[in-house]
């Protein structure tokens, strides 16, 4: 069994590396190295320190190239605070320098495992997924406002 992984943290490098994947498709991995910190309020001085934060590599597996091009080049910013939702993987590799062996934690998460979260954000801009799906999400958006409108006339 996995052990589930949910955290809260600052991206400090985006990196990203495609994988053959057994039978499907080559997927990109893009490695989010992430501060996750434990923000504590310090009584003294009212500011919050961070008391036991570590940093993690975070792989999150797209299989669209183009997506996964998006992603890294337009959406995912350094310094930007995200929320994981994965699982935690043990990696044992061979320092190159020294030939010492070394155990590594990571957070591997696929598609819905990264969030955005809103703290830093200036402005956000949605592209045109389906222009037929947003004219009628359009529409009933309309159609509820006006429907609330007349409610509230009534009373």
Known sequence: MSTVF?????IGSINNRT????????QTVISL?????????NKKTDELEDQGGFWAPVEFWVKDPDEASLLITKIFKK?????????????????????????????????????????????????????????QSTSEQKSFEDSNLEQEEAF
């Open 6 to 10: 949910l955290g809260e943290g600052n």
């Open 19 to 26: 994988v053959a994947n057994g039978n499907e498709t080559p």
């Open 33 to 41: 190295n992430t501060h996750f910190d434990n923000l504590v309020r």
């Open 79 to 135: 310094g930007m605070r995200i929320k994981v939702d994965g699982v935690l993987v043990r990696e044992e590799f061979e320092a190159k320098e020294t030939g010492e062996k070394k155990v590594i934690m990571k957070v591997r998460t696929f598609r819905s495992g990264v969030s955005i979260c809103l703290q830093r954000l200036e402005s956000v801009t949605m592209k045109d997924n389906n222009s037929a799906a947003v004219n």
